[in-house]
């Protein structure tokens, strides 16, 4: 089993920066693909990105590609989202999610609780 904590949302004016982090425990982060995934009220989960295993992959979505990095520190069992020149429309809850395999879908075994994303304009 794995347990996930996000960490680092918040209120933030467009055009300004925050910085996700995914704390894991119970197993280590090596064995899984991890993503980012986020939901606004009313709209379906919206895949972000995913990296790989090593973290020598990277996938982001259409919308928040150039602006949002995907990162990963194995050593302290940690993935973050860098988000960068936020939007309006970035606000939402993210939510980290891994898996052993990566997918722009939400085919991954284990889910954080999600924490909220507020973008003013």
């Known amino acids: 089993q794995v347990q996930l904590v996000e960490s680092g949302g918040g209120l933030v004016q467009a055009g300004g920066s925050l910085r996700l982090a995914c704390a894991a425990s119970?197993?280590?982060?090596?064995?899984?693909?991890m993503a980012w995934f986020r939901q606004s009220p009313g709209k379906e989960r919206e895949f972000v990105s995913y990296?790989?295993?090593?973290?020598?992959?990277?996938y982001y979505a259409d919308s928040v590609k150039g602006r949002f990095t995907i990162s990963r520190d194995n050593a302290k069992n940690t993935v973050y989202l860098q988000m960068n020149s936020l939007k309006p429309e970035d606000t939402a809850v993210y939510y980290c999610?891994?898996?052993?395999?990566?997918?722009?879908?939400?085919?991954?075994?284990?889910w954080g609780q999600g924490t909220q994303v507020t973008v003013s304009s």
């Open positions: 999610a891994a898996g052993p395999y990566y997918s722009t879908t939400a085919q991954y075994d284990y």
């Open positions: 119970g197993r280590s982060l090596t064995s899984y693909a």
């Open positions: 990296i790989n295993r090593s973290g020598t992959g990277k």
